[in-house]
């Protein structure tokens, strides 16, 4: 069998940015954004960027082209190359395992832009359509998509069920056709197509004037159902606040997204860099699908729908109804503005989401792929479809139950914390295993562009050192309850009931407590941290729910305790098919 | 938007447009390429 490689240096690249960029630039930036306080998000965002982001990226590509010269395409493989020990292949098995989960909740999400594009070039979201279904507003068409209702455990929609399964049929039949072909066509029309049509966007949705100040604005569009301006939701975002930055969650947040939207910890990466010729240059390539990636995430999706979203809906809302889903409510209202052109705007902005996703999804099943070929010896066809049998019985409980349950859980187990996780395993194991004198060699062969020499010392101490700080404060994470000051008397605020009123500061008194003299809070796990979020703490049933909400939130605990357990036997059912490929290696005499 | 606001985003703009287009520079001024497939 021929062996795969890239066929052109543009295409590898081309193939990398659309790998990296995809909906994690324009939905979940964001919304982690909104969620984690806006401009107190972006410093995190920018320090994990430099010293874990941009180092890991180079980390990555190294490792994979490492044990591509082995023939390991995947990291159970690329990781026993680089250390002795047998321990080192089954915590690769992360780099299978976090494709997978990643992909059943990913998919779903590009079958949404499948539905919007469609639903949108048939004159949808118009409610002056003479058609009456097609006159749903962008909120209820989303809740009829996905089935969601509130306080329903149950979220069925057979449509956009059969919208789902189709997109993984239509992803499965690409990864069957192969890797230079399909991916990088996808990638080279995509990709600059997306990026032209986002930067339209940005500056059509700064140009909104709510009519309220219509009399004030020097340049835009005066727009009736506009209720703040865009540049609020810009300030928003970039204007710094730094009372978030002992906040681990806040941390381990922007760790995250650096690592979803660089496609770092997730063994994509290593997979790529495998087909990757011993003195072919990963140093620039590396860098520059790194840099197109920030440039279509904070520069086009930090400009694009929060400023958006906030002139229609207001910050408060905004804040509120953060997620995933916020894109799929904001962007139809705008192109709605466009009158004739609404149908082929809505058509192509979301095609061109679902173009960004497919590249990303397409790459998140290679690894897989890669290791059942390798090691199991299937064909290109049958490991594509293997990997969408695996796919099925994950993608089935994300899309009929309350994201609550399987999606959100997915999104934070295997799209956050895992990714954090296993950064942390493949840098010792670089570093400190591997070696960073010889760690350093293998970066720069064949580099066409220098690594400034400071990132030696940042990949050795301090990428580990931050990535294990996050990990361990983020776990433990306390509550760290204190009573509220009131500025201007300087004493505690008290309820009706004379009791002092408690505000949550996580780890900030017990660090600051010995140098301040305060007492230090009784000590009480944070539902954001994660133990807190094991034991459930995140989902407290409120004294005044009604019944119907107190057995909605028992449902999600156990629908959680449920895919807690689905996400372990996926891993142990990786591990025992890493054991049993090194068997066979053994047996076979092939180098283990 | 406040000053500061305007002052984050833009420098944080300069890095990553700056970037960005260094890396394009590079790579599309570069004499190697990769091979096709063996």
């Known amino acids: ?592 | 938007m406040t000053s500061l606001a305007w002052i984050f985003m833009l420098a944080a703009w300069a890095v990553i447009i700056g970037n960005t287009l260094y890396c394009f520079y590079k790579l599309l001024t570069s004499e190697r390429q990769f091979d096709g497939g063996d």
């Not at chain 1, 590009?110 to 009456?132: C, D, K, R």
């Not at chain 1, 230079?180 to 996808?186: C, D, M, R, S």
Request: aromatic share 14%; charged share 15%; glycine share 10%.
């Open chain 1, 1 to 592: 069998m021929a062996k795969e490689r890239w066929a052109s240096r543009l295409g590898l690249v081309l193939a990398m940015a659309g790998n990296a960029v995809g909906l994690g630039n324009f939905l979940r930036f964001p919304a982690q954004a909104v969620q984690n306080g806006g401009g107190a998000f972006l410093i995190p965002y920018f320090v994990a960027l430099l010293v874990m982001g941009i180092p890991l990226i180079w980390v990555e590509w190294a490792m994979g082209r490492y044990g591509g010269r082995f023939g390991h395409h995947s990291t159970p493989g690329i990781f026993q190359s680089m250390g002795r020990s047998p321990v080192w292949k089954y915590l690769g098995v992360f780099g299978l395992w976090t494709n997978l989960m990643i992909a059943s909740y990913y998919l779903y999400i590009e079958s949404w832009t499948m539905a919007y594009a469609g639903y949108s070039l048939i004159g949808g979201f118009n409610p002056e359509s003479s058609v009456q279904w097609l006159q749903q507003s962008p909120g209820d068409f989303f809740a009829n998509l996905t089935g969601e209702k509130p306080n329903h455990i149950l979220a069925i929609s057979p449509w956009g069920l059969g919208i789902f399964f189709v997109c993984m049929a239509i992803n499965v039949f690409i990864l069957s056709r192969g890797l230079a072909k399909g991916i990088e066509i996808v990638s080279k029309i995509g990709m600059p197509l997306l990026i032209v049509f986002a930067m339209i966007l940005a500056v059509r949705g700064l140009m909104i004037v709510p009519e309220s100040e219509a009399a004030t604005a020097t340049f835009g569009i005066v727009d009736k159902e506009a209720v703040a301006s865009p540049f609020e939701g810009l300030n928003f975002v970039w204007n710094p606040k730094f009372d978030s930055l002992t906040n681990p969650a806040v941390w381990l947040a922007a760790a995250g997204q650096i690592f979803f939207t660089l496609s770092i910890g997730m063994g994509s990466i290593h997979c790529y860099a495998s087909y990757v010729r011993e003195q072919d240059d990963i140093a620039l390539t590396g860098a520059t699908a790194a840099w197109t990636n920030e440039f279509c995430e904070v520069v086009l999706g930090g400009t694009i729908l929060i400023p958006i979203a906030v002139a229609y809906l207001g910050l408060a809302e905004v804040q509120q109804k953060s997620g995933f889903g916020l894109g799929f409510m904001v962007f139809p209202t705008l192109f709605q503005k466009w009158g004739w052109l609404a149908p082929a705007a809505g058509f192509m902005w979301f095609g061109l989401l679902f173009f960004a996703a497919i590249t990303s999804s397409l790459a998140m099943g290679q690894p897989i792929m890669a290791f059942l070929q390798t090691e199991f010896k299937l064909s290109r066809p049958q490991s594509a479809w293997a990997f969408g049998a695996m796919l099925v019985p994950l993608a089935f409980p994300v899309a009929c139950l309350s994201q609550k349950t399987f999606f959100d859980e997915f999104d934070y187990w295997a799209g956050t914390f895992a990714l954090v996780l296993f950064a942390v395993i493949e840098t010792i194991l670089f570093a400190w295993v591997f070696g960073m004198n010889r760690a350093w060699q293998e970066m720069m062969n064949g580099a066409e562009l220098k690594i400034p020499g400071f990132f030696f010392y940042i990949i050795k101490y301090v990428t580990p050192v931050f990535l294990l700080l996050i990990l361990i404060a983020y776990t433990f994470q306390p509550e760290g309850l204190v009573p509220t000051i009131d500025p201007a008397t300087n004493s505690p605020v008290v309820d009706a009931n004379g009791k002092p009123e408690m505000v949550a500061r996580g780890w900030e008194p017990y660090i600051m407590g010995p140098f301040t003299g305060q007492p230090l809070p009784e000590w009480q796990w944070s539902g954001s941290g994660m133990i807190g979020k094991l034991l459930f703490l995140d989902l407290p049933i409120s004294p005044t729910a009604t019944p119907e909400e107190k057995e909605f939130i028992e449902n999600v605990r156990i629908g959680r305790a449920v895919d807690r357990a689905v996400m372990v036997a996926a891993f142990i059912a990786f591990a025992a098919l890493v054991a049993i490929a090194w068997r066979r290696r053994k047996e076979q005499g092939e180098p283990t």
